[in-house]
């Protein structure tokens, strides 16, 4: 009964998704009040029939309803409760019925914080993200059901989660990855509606801001939670393997980082339109290819779904109307010229636009990489394949962001339209110079390795955070006080830093862990010791261990750091016992300056066993830097300037007072009056209205 | 080595299961751990550079490291026994190859097939760059009338300074 | 509006679509198989001693002149279980060409049994115990059948289970251009 129930609310769902695709948006047409007012209905009656669905979904997860041929696929009596309601994402038809609630859940927060939007636009908005569920309404309906019984042959027992999916990174990681992914979909129905209403104004950037920046940070937890779960659970020790869906994961994640970067240009000074529109559009597009390539087994990867081409073509067919319908769209109704602005040589303008066109080009080539075998095959035939891997990726990638990073360095002391030249030099070489002596002093004092690598990765990082300092302390140096100044200075200023310094602790992350990891793969037989360096693992043996639903062995690893009693590691070799899948659980001490990483191999005979013990500095800084950037983004989003409160009591003063104190908090307190531009004037103009 | 080969076949065919029924996650469900004795510390990155960069044949996605397939624990065995030999990196590399095409190199060889792939992104790169170039040259030459006489000497002061780039440069040229 | 500016703006429209063609065709390509490396190449050299006497060896050379049927087996891979008697009633209806095993990677005692037990399709079987005319070959896995012409040369390689269906669609056509 219950899964009929879910399956009705998928019904309902789509319905209404229809109503919510046509309705409003024929009334912003129109000019018919009442139909754009139903927007807002609609959109919550998808969400709340699509959340139903789940609950459903969930609700026979935990009944263990076999006669559902999903769970059947997907559980086991057995499974712990916690990972029977992970399981309900475990496979492809439950985690795209999570995608489209997701969507519906962002189209409903739409509805819900859009209430200083004027009605035609919410209209537009949520009737375009209506669009896209219909789409994939439909898709999940009628190709992959997950509500689909089997009420002849009712299985007993089910064949179990896969294994891998275990455990609580992976079991986080699809719902937030799906909020950034979809979450991408509100900045399109945004550019979407700019386009048709022809309406590519100030307000427009502005209203995008804050979802982009939601949705990208939503992403940069996603991505860094499965390069987490690969790190540990795989028992290989590495977390990056430009894997075709990492890289469908990472290509919007890019998109999204220029689109947050020019919609700041487009909203400040009203340029770059056009491009900005692109983007936007881009990001949804590639989160979208991205479920395509995972979901269809285009291309050979290790994470990919259900290999079936059947739903691969339908996916296909709704990609090309959304993508090419609305790029279609985009290049009839985007404005070609792109005003007559004034860009100074040296000026914030440059600088970001600098930034798009680097992370463009890196989306590009990991695009073009991961496609490659396909293109190689298309055009050479099947005789000769190649394969695209991490060498590639890394030889590209890694220059690309170098080059970003030494300009965003310049990039965070520009200003609008024009910085004097002979400023920015004088300020800057200073903090160069530093920068490179401590890159070049820094593994001397820690007695490392000297790598050319590691001084120039290091030199970056450094700059990234010796030019976002001086910033700081230029912006607070006229207030009356520190602490008064630091307070001065808005959220989205802080979400600018946070983020910056995220990439920087990135960087030494990579590189230090890369170039300095210790990595043995030793055999051992209890009471053998292992020595990297100041720390000593002994193997103590091997024991059995019983689980819920599978067989372990634990290994004992005693440590001991410069001899004295440090901890006890016990890495396991899993055996699930409904699928029979052997599985590693590595053990790993985090710290925040090394990770010592210890996973259990094959035994060798004689009690003994080979062991992977690997001692990985600084590698915890990877994820730390994604959670610094991920803040970043949230924190802007709560500056003032996107809450109510504040435009409400300004609408209520007179216009330039409006203007000047807008101003005052978005430059923070960097202001000259010269940055004051007719653009922006009429931007917040608009918006009052 | 009997029971091992009975076990890879087992994980081949669980695999194989797992496609056919079309269930999530052809993971190598464990990383391949082996304990290797090396005569030198460079021949141990040597190894491990190979052994990552070269892709087992058999698996969905995955290097020979980072496979426990019964063939990606062969050739890890060859790519050993060719190091201790002596072999080189190249040799090794033509060697696999040889027999199992460019298919194996995860860094795809630079030839006629693949000069898209490895200068389409640079291509794209000066494109973008150079669209720069002629967007900002545009909107500064419509700014030269609108530099004041101190900022004249400034820009003066900074082309004697000996900081010039070519657009300071334009600049001066188009004044 | 300036009209050839806007013919710009429907770049990113043609990226696209080409990007969906090819996808659409990549959908129905069989990404898993991937053709030998050794297609139309000299079978190497090799000399390995045969299962059913050790002190028997036979080089790639000695084979030549014939038309080769090279498969290689074992006893662990079950498909090779199931293609055993297929390529027992190919062969036989074959006299012309010469089936060669490999038996790869494989205990001889059981490899005998199974030969024994449920017939021999094979003129000569090699054994590779340490799987090094495998690489050579660039097998993957077990099962896989190689067809060599009579200079030697490898003309086609199959990887999966025979039988007859796959004999009739993918080795007869190959086979009756050597001849």
Redesign the interface.
């Given at each position: 009964m219950i899964p009929e129930f879910g399956n009705f609310a998928i019904i309902l769902a789509l319905g209404l998704s229809l109503m919510l695709s046509v309705v409003p948006m024929l009334g912003a047409a129109r000019r018919q009040l009442q139909w754009m007012q139903t927007a807002r209905t609609l959109t919550t009656g998808v969400f709340v029939f699509m959340l139903a669905a789940f609950i459903a979904l969930a609700w026979s997860f935990l009944q263990d309803d076999f006669s559902v041929a999903y769970i059947a696929r997907n559980s086991n009596t057995a499974l712990p409760t916690y990972y029977k309601l992970a399981a309900v994402w475990g496979a492809h038809e439950g985690s795209l019925l999570l995608w489209v609630l997701i969507l519906s859940l962002w189209g409903f927060a739409v509805s819900v914080f859009s209430k200083d939007l004027p009605i035609d636009m919410v209209s537009r908005v949520l009737s375009v993200m209506g669009m896209v569920e219909v789409g994939f309404i439909g898709f999940l309906l009628f190709t992959s059901n997950p509500f689909e019984r089997s009420l002849l042959n009712i299985p007993t027992e089910g064949a179990d989660l896969n294994p891998l999916l275990q455990d609580f990174g992976l079991t986080v990681h699809p719902p937030f990855l799906y909020m950034g992914y979809v979450g991408f979909s509100v900045a399109f129905a945004f550019a979407i509606a700019a386009l048709l209403s022809g309406r590519l104004d100030a307000a427009w950037s502005r209203w995008s801001r804050p979802w982009t920046n939601a949705a990208w940070s939503f992403l940069t937890i996603g991505i860094a939670l499965g390069s987490w779960w690969a790190y540990y659970e795989l028992g290989w020790g590495g977390w990056w393997f430009w894997d075709p869906v990492e890289n469908v994961s990472f290509m919007p994640w890019l998109v999204g980082t220029a689109l947050i970067h020019s919609l700041a240009v487009t909203e400040k000074r009203g340029v770059f339109k056009?491009w900005t529109v692109?983007l936007a559009?881009?990001a949804f597009?590639l989160s979208l290819l991205g479920a395509?390539i995972v979901r269809?087994?285009?291309?050979?990867s290790v994470h990919a779904f259900a290999v079936d081409?059947e739903r691969?073509?339908v996916l296909?067919c709704l990609?090309?109307l959304i993508?090419?319908g609305s790029?279609?769209l985009?290049?009839?109704r985007?404005p070609?010229?792109a005003g007559n602005s004034v860009y100074g040589e040296q000026s914030r303008e440059l600088y970001l636009l600098l930034n798009n066109i680097i992370l463009v080009v890196s989306m590009a080539m990991i695009l073009l990489g991961t496609?490659y075998p396909?293109?190689h095959?298309?055009i050479y035939g099947?005789?000769?394949?190649v394969s695209v891997g991490p060498p590639y990726f890394n030889t590209l990638f890694v220059p690309l962001m170098g080059g970003m990073s030494f300009l965003l360095g310049i990039a965070v002391f520009t200003r609008w339209k024009r910085t004097p030249v002979n400023h920015l030099i004088s300020s800057l070489r200073p903090l160069l110079l530093l920068s490179i002596v401590l890159g070049l002093a820094l593994p001397l004092i820690l007695q490392a390795e000297f790598k050319i690598s590691v001084v120039v990765a290091l030199a970056l990082a450094l700059w990234i955070t010796a030019t976002l300092l001086m910033d700081i302390r230029n912006k607070v140096r006229n207030k009356a006080s520190f602490m008064n100044g630091l307070l001065s200075l808005g959220r989205a200023y802080w979400g600018m830093q946070l983020a910056h310094f995220g990439l920087a602790v990135i960087i030494c992350g990579i590189c230090l862990t890369s170039q300095y990891s210790v990595e043995d793969d030793v055999r051992m037989q209890p009471g053998d010791e292992h020595e990297i360096e100041e720390y000593v693992f002994k193997f103590e043996g091997v024991r059995e261990i019983v689980g819920p639903n599978y067989d372990a062995q634990a290994a004992t690893i005693t440590v001991t750091k410069s001899g004295e009693p440090y901890l006890t590691l016990q890495p396991e070799k899993r055996r699930y016992r409904a699928r029979g899948d052997v599985q590693t659980e590595a053990d790993i001490d985090v710290g925040l300056f090394r990770d010592l990483f210890t996973a259990l191999g094959d035994p060798r005979g004689d009690d003994a066993w080979v062991v992977r013990i690997h001692v990985k500095p600084f590698v915890f800084w990877i994820w730390l830097g994604a959670f610094f950037m991920a803040t970043g983004g949230v924190l802007a989003i709560l500056d003032k300037r996107y809450r109510r409160e504040r435009i409400r009591k300004n609408s209520r003063l007179d216009n330039s007072s409006v203007v000047s104190n807008t101003i005052a908090i978005n430059e923070a307190g960097n202001v000259s009056t010269k940055s004051f531009d007719s653009n922006e004037t009429r931007g917040l103009v608009e918006e009052r209205v | 080595?009997?029971k091992q080969?009975?076990r890879g076949?087992r994980l081949?065919?669980a695999l194989l299961l797992l496609i056919s029924f079309s269930l999530i996650s052809v993971f190598p469900s464990y990383a391949a751990i082996e304990e290797l004795e090396f005569s030198s510390k460079e021949d141990r990155e040597r190894y491990k550079k190979l052994t990552d960069e070269l892709r087992c044949?058999?698996c969905m996605n995955s290097n020979l490291s980072g496979s426990d397939?019964?063939?990606a624990a062969?050739?890890r065995e060859?790519i050993y026994s060719q190091i201790s030999k002596g072999n080189s990196d190249a040799e090794i590399i033509d060697f696999m190859?040889?027999?199992?095409?460019d298919?194996i190199l995860y860094q795809p060889p630079l030839n006629k097939g693949t000069l898209l792939l490895w200068f389409g992104p640079i291509i794209l790169l000066l494109l973008g760059m150079l669209f720069i170039r002629k967007l900002f040259a545009r909107s500064v030459n419509n700014a030269i009338a609108a530099l004041s006489p101190a900022e004249e000497a400034q820009l003066q002061a900074l082309l004697d300074d000996g900081f010039i780039n070519e657009k300071t440069n334009s600049l001066k040229k188009s004044s | 509006?300036?009209s050839s500016?806007?013919g710009l703006?429907?770049i990113?429209?043609g990226f696209?679509?080409l990007?969906?063609l090819?996808?659409?065709?990549?959908?129905?390509?069989n990404?898993?198989?991937?053709?030998?490396?050794?297609?139309n190449r000299p079978l190497p050299e090799f000399s390995k001693p045969t299962l059913d006497n050790p002190n028997q060896t036979i080089t790639a050379a000695g084979l030549r002149g014939d038309i080769l049927i090279m498969n290689v087996w074992?006893t662990?891979?079950?498909p090779c279980h199931a293609e055993h008697p297929h390529l027992v009633r190919i062969s036989e209806n074959e006299p012309d060409l010469v089936f060669v095993g490999v038996n790869y990677?494989d205990?001889a005692e059981a490899a005998g049994e199974f030969i024994n037990t449920r017939g021999n399709p094979f003129a000569y079987i090699l054994t590779d115990v340490d799987?090094?005319l495998?690489?050579?070959?660039?097998?993957?896995?077990a099962p896989e059948t190689f067809v060599v012409d009579r200079e030697g040369f490898i003309r086609f390689k199959y990887e999966g289970a025979i039988d007859e269906n796959v004999w009739q669609e993918k080795f007869v056509p190959v086979i009756s251009q050597l001849n």
């Open positions: 056009s692109l559009i881009g597009s395509f269809s087994g285009v291309i050979t081409p691969g073509l296909l990609l090309l993508i090419g790029l279609l985009y290049a009839l985007a070609v010229v496609l396909l293109i095959e298309a099947e005789a000769n394949k | 080595m009997k080969l009975k076949c081949v065919k044949p058999m397939a019964p063939i062969d050739l060859e190859q040889a027999r199992y095409g298919f | 509006m300036n500016h806007r703006l429907f990113p429209a696209f679509l990007m969906l090819l996808l659409g065709k990549a959908l129905f390509w990404q898993r198989e991937i053709p030998s490396a050794l297609l074992a662990w891979c079950p990677k205990d799987g090094k495998g690489i050579e070959l660039g097998v993957r896995g």
